[in-house]
């Protein structure tokens, strides 16, 4: 991969096309929107790569009788993937083909191509190494949002928040992303989430490398479209993929690759907090059953359990908190 001078802004350096862009468009069911979305793609976007999710609607063969634009490429996948499965596809063919960086765009026609500029600048400018779109930077253009996605966001949110390590980012499944491709060359893409989970795996992923990553306010647009967001797949599938993350990311982070005193800090502040608990349950129980009030100095014992340890937690989520990763990895500019 070569090496680019500083562009001006993202505006010049698409104009101009010193950085390969490449658009990978995952679509499943999208016949309707999709060449609607290709049109608005600017012209310095190098390739577009739209991925045929074994669609039943044939999404890949309407684009290739309805679009003459030599930016575009049709692939389509034998069996369906999923949305992530179909995004890391046309990862790999744009990679092939030299990409610099990897945008992400639904093909709904809810991601406006006009803030590409805006997702591309932080990667640009070496200032990141993977941006996502926030739609809560601006409380008033929530209105048109569904209730359900607010709520469901908000849940995801703080979930993927302690998943992810990404402390200051906010709405996880906004799938509107730009990735530096050296970055995405160091990804396991083989063991990243190829469903609905994608986009928190892929944070934690990024989290594991200690990459960078940029919210980058903008406006979703919605149209008649039904939202896919259901409750109970955030309960029942998101909760254990999430707490299973948290486990990998903290020991791979403070117990594989680095040994620190918030290691500490966890280690002896969990053994300190379920000791207190345990102890002090087993005490209420011997004084509910026999009605001898548990001695002042058992009473004691298991607050000062219980307070170290929640201390010595505290302690450590705000290291986590105050490390979130800031210097690229992979910066364009070299």
């Not at 802004?9 to 101009?16: F, G, N, P």
């Not at 919210?215 to 647009?221: C, G, H, N, T």
């Not at 909760?239 to 020991?251: A, C, D, E, M, Q």
């Not at 500490?264 to 207190?276: E, K, M, N, R």
């Amino acid at each position: 991969m070569s090496t680019f001078a500083l562009p001006v802004s993202a505006e010049s350096a698409l104009a101009s096309r010193r950085v390969h862009v490449a658009v990978v468009i995952p679509c499943f069911r999208a016949a309707r929107t999709i060449l609607a979305v290709i049109a608005g793609i600017p012209d310095g976007v190098a390739s577009i790569h739209v991925v045929d999710d074994a669609c039943p609607e044939g999404t890949g063969a309407v684009v290739s009788a309805g679009c003459r634009d030599p930016r575009v490429r049709v692939h389509t996948l034998d069996r369906n993937q999923g949305v992530g499965g179909a995004v890391m596809a046309g990862y790999a063919m744009a990679m092939a083909e030299g990409a610099d960086i990897l945008v992400k765009m639904d093909a709904d026609g809810q991601m406006d191509p006009a803030n590409l500029p805006r997702l591309l600048g932080p990667i640009l400018r070496g200032e990141a190494d993977y941006t996502k779109g926030n739609r809560f930077y601006d409380l008033r253009r929530l209105q048109p949002m569904p209730r359900i996605r607010i709520f469901g966001n908000a849940v995801l949110s703080l979930m993927t928040k302690l998943s992810s390590g990404y402390w200051d980012i906010f709405d996880p499944t906004n799938g509107y992303t730009a990735l530096h491709a050296k970055v995405a060359a160091l990804l396991p893409m083989e063991r990243i989430s190829k469903r609905y989970f994608f986009e928190s795996d892929l944070l934690f992923r990024l989290n594991t490398l200690r990459a960078v990553v940029v919210d980058v306010p903008m406006a979703a647009r919605y149209g008649d479209e039904v939202s896919g967001l259901r409750i109970p797949l955030i309960v029942h599938d998101f909760v254990g993929r999430h707490v299973r993350n948290v486990v990998k990311r903290v020991f791979y982070n403070y117990f594989l690759r680095d040994l620190s005193l918030a290691s500490f800090q966890l280690a002896i502040g969990a053994a300190f907090l379920i000791a207190g608990s345990i102890l002090g349950g087993r005490y209420w129980y011997a004084s509910a059953h026999s009605g001898v009030p548990t001695l002042a100095g058992s009473v004691t014992l298991v607050a000062l359990l219980v307070i170290v340890g929640i201390q010595l937690l505290l302690g450590f989520l705000a290291h986590d908190i105050a490390t979130v990763p800031k210097r690229p990895l992979n910066p364009l500019i070299e």
